[in-house]
């Protein structure tokens, strides 16, 4: 059996595809953002805005290799810090053994990103088990890049 592997293509209407698609199968899920908002529990834009206006001590934490930020750049928002850690699908260690030096305000809202919002959201878990009060999971970059803030 080959292991499958995302596309991670935008294809029709701005969809994003996230699933597999294998070399044998060619089959791919492509998933909106209102569908990877209900699957993965995605904050919506308009509350992404209110917290970055309301809350000057907001952190935006970018969950993405090294590569994907090359790639396509890093999201700002006006003085808010901007902090990198990986995570995997599968793996927030990283995450768990640097959250406290990197996010030292557990008070301090926490919006997190990667591509699609699958990542984000295991950030998301891991923050909250460590006792981080707000955590948002605003899905991918591409998602929130054209924000007008």
Same mark, same amino acid.
């Given at each position: ?16 595809? =996230? +699933? /597999? ?7 791919? *899920?492509?998933?909106? +953002? ?8 995605? #904050? ?7 917290? =970055?206006?309301?809350?000057? @001590?907001a *952190?935006l ?19 808010? /810090?901007? *902090?990198?850690?990986?995570?995997? /699908? #599968? ?5 768990? &053994?640097?959250?406290?030096?990197? =996010? ?8 997190? +990103?990667?591509? &699609? ?7 998301? &878990? #891991? ?9 948002? @999971? ?10 007008? =803030?």
């Open positions: 059996t080959r292991q499958q592997k995302p596309c991670r293509q935008k294809h029709s209407q701005g969809k994003l595809c =996230l +699933y /597999p698609t294998t070399s044998t199968t060619r089959s791919t *899920v492509i998933m909106s +953002y209102q569908e990877r908002t209900e699957q993965f529990g995605l #904050t919506s834009k308009d509350e992404l805005k209110d917290v =970055l206006q309301k809350h000057a @001590n *952190v934490l970018d969950v993405r290799q090294a590569k994907e930020i090359e790639e396509s750049g890093k999201f700002t928002a006006g003085d808010h /810090p901007w *902090v990198h850690v990986p995570v995997m /699908p #599968t793996d927030s260690e990283e995450l768990k &053994s640097t959250c406290a030096k990197v =996010l030292p305000d557990k008070e301090a809202p926490v919006i997190v +990103y990667c591509k &699609s919002g699958r990542r984000a959201s295991v950030a998301k &878990s #891991t923050l909250e088990e460590q006792g981080y009060k707000t955590v948002l @999971n605003v899905g991918g970059y591409d998602d929130i890049a054209d924000l007008k =803030l």
